[in-house]
């Protein structure tokens, strides 16, 4: 299932979920949480705006563009309200939509410039429908993290899967294929193995 960070997470509460990657989520009494990545937002544009993937762009200059936002709510937006705090510049918002792809669309037409996951835009820039660059003053990640709930053992299966969610990541990352990301210095190596060890 596919769904807002925050849904998860209440799905994960109410036991509706077993397990769940989440973003910018610390542990709870309720959910037990493993950082996995830290995953940088890049600057995008449409083509022929001159980003590249080489060069990292100030935030001022994404934000002296028309600009494409998440809703507000979203986690993403969170993210770049606070990066746009700090920066004394009033875009001007031609967008807020709720749909990474819809944002896409709005800015490979021309409509504007957005803030997006790395990972997410990676093709579009290599295929030459957008442009991008990694961000700098300030540099914006978000962490993403494994959820599992706290009540009890995790059951096997869970724990299996869990286990091989990590791996997979772990190769993603050190492959190149998760673009914008780097390995949290504490991702585990086998969770099973670990809890194996601990009991």
Same mark, same amino acid.
Request: proline share 8%.
């Given at each position: 299932?596919?769904?807002?960070?925050?849904?998860?997470?209440?799905?994960?509460?109410?036991?509706?979920?077993?397990?769940?990657?989440?973003?910018?989520?610390?542990?709870?009494?309720?959910?037990?949480?493993?950082?996995?990545?830290?995953?940088?937002?890049?600057?995008?544009?449409?083509?022929?705006?001159?980003?590249?993937?080489?060069?990292?762009?100030?935030?001022?200059?994404?934000?002296?563009?028309?600009?494409?936002?998440?809703?507000?709510?979203?986690?993403?937006?969170?993210?770049?309200?606070?990066?746009?705090?700090?920066?004394?510049?009033?875009?001007?918002?031609?967008?807020?939509?709720?749909?990474?792809?819809?944002?896409?669309?709005?800015?490979?037409?021309?409509?504007?410039?957005?803030?997006?996951?790395?990972?997410? @835009? /990676?093709?579009? =820039?290599?295929? #030459?429908?957008?442009? !991008? %660059?990694? $961000?700098?003053?300030?540099?914006?990640?978000?962490?993403?993290?494994?959820?599992?709930?706290?009540?009890?053992?995790?059951?096997?299966?869970?724990?299996?899967?869990?286990?091989?969610?990590?791996?997979? @990541? /772990?190769?993603? =990352?050190?492959? #190149?294929?998760?673009? !914008? %990301?780097? $390995?949290?210095?504490?991702?585990?190596?086998?969770?099973?193995?670990?809890?194996?060890?601990?009991?």
């Amino acid at each position: 299932m596919t769904a807002y960070s925050g849904h998860l997470q209440e799905w994960l509460d109410l036991g509706d979920a077993d397990l769940s990657l989440l973003y910018n989520l610390d542990s709870s009494p309720s959910l037990a949480v493993t950082p996995l990545v830290e995953e940088e937002l890049w600057a995008v544009a449409p083509p022929g705006s001159g980003l590249t993937p080489e060069v990292p762009v100030k935030c001022r200059t994404v934000l002296e563009h028309p600009f494409v936002l998440p809703v507000s709510g979203h986690g993403l937006r969170s993210l770049i309200d606070q990066a746009r705090a700090t920066i004394d510049v009033q875009p001007r918002i031609v967008a807020e939509v709720n749909s990474l792809q819809l944002q896409k669309t709005l800015v490979q037409a021309g409509h504007g410039w957005s803030m997006l996951p790395a990972a997410g @835009v /990676r093709h579009d =820039v290599e295929s #030459g429908i957008l442009t !991008g %660059a990694p $961000l700098r003053d300030p540099h914006i990640t978000r962490q993403v993290v494994l959820g599992l709930q706290r009540s009890g053992r995790t059951p096997t299966p869970v724990e299996a899967v869990a286990s091989e969610m990590v791996r997979v @990541v /772990r190769r993603l =990352v050190l492959d #190149g294929v998760w673009s !914008g %990301a780097r $390995l949290s210095s504490s991702l585990p190596g086998d969770r099973r193995a670990n809890q194996d060890s601990d009991s």
